[in-house]
């Protein structure tokens, strides 16, 4: 008999949300969840407990982290210890030299994509890791903005996925992501033992897939022959905001939209994330009615209309969004585990 707390009959699913710095929510929730598992199963790493980790933009960056072995209390503290640095307070002088005539990007992403390929390293014995490198499979969305295209960086775990799995993860993950207006499009080459090549623009997977769990459903049973009825989702937002337009509200010029918090962007990517949960649901329930449907576990705070931005990195925002992670873990961690433990 299978004593532990995760039963593998299932096909288990982790996906996590975009949503800037508001990441330190899942990721809060990801660490109580590690250390309740730990209580069973202490030997045993978080991704040991999923097939399939999927995350866009800041879910990207704890996707990758988990799938290297990095824990999730370190990963919360990764955004704790870097608010400041990733989102610097909002002075001309910070904005990239040439961008500030025409506003290509509010920060740099340099400090950030250093310090991911920092940590990254130090999971992978100080060598910069490949998306090869990765423990688990792993489903990262990023836009392709050299050709239009919709991508989905993955790891190594189908016989057509062919070129993916050289790309350095530290890349995948700013790829991810490098937000409109937050960051510019994140250009780069590698070069390693598998080949070679140049991923040039590459933009938020946020503006299609915020929320990446339908990829995740598609991934397991279109390429991953899973059936329908044994995927099991566990999906982890970052608080869903109440993107209210007021009739009295009206912008001074466009501006308003965009800076110094892209009201535009962050309606972009927050509505995603709702549609997907509906899409989830929708057709959760059509499965259902012939008898075959999947499990699904959805864990979001609700903003009220008090929304925190995701640039947010004053001390009173990391401690409000850190206390909801907790009361979140507080009041659905039972629920989850009972979820995970589902035959």
Known sequence: MDNSIVNKKKFRI??????????????????????ELKKEEPDKKLYEHFDLICGTSTGAILAIGI???????????????????????????????????????????????????????????????LMNDLKTKVCVPAFNGNDGAINVLKTKHHPEYRRDYKLPAY?????????????????????????????????????????PALIGVFEATDKLDVPIGDVSILSLGTGQGKQIIKRSWRPKNVFDWLFPNPKLVDLVLDTQAQITEQYLLFLQRALGKIGNTFSHLRIQHDMKGDNIELNASKKKYIDRLKAIGEELSKNKMTEILKFLNHK
């Open 67 to 129: 799938a290297l072995g990095i824990s999730s209390t370190d990963l919360a503290k990764f955004y704790e210890d870097n608010a400041k640095m990733i989102f610097p307070r909002f002075i001309f002088r910070f904005l990239p030299r040439k961008s500030r005539v025409f506003f290509n990007a509010i920060y740099s992403n340099k400090k950030l994509l250093k310090k991911l390929r920092e940590v990254y390293a130090d999971a992978n014995g100080g060598r910069d890791p």
């Open 171 to 211: 890349h995948v993950a700013m790829s991810s992501a490098s937000a409109p207006v937050y960051f510019p499009p994140h250009s780069f080459s590698f070069k390693n033992e598998f080949g070679e090549g140049t991923n040039v623009n590459m933009i938020d997977g946020g503006i299609f897939a915020n929320n």
């Open 14 to 35: 982790l996906s996590i949300d975009g949503g800037g710095i508001r990441g330190l929510i899942p990721a809060k929730v990801l660490a109580e969840l590690e250390a």
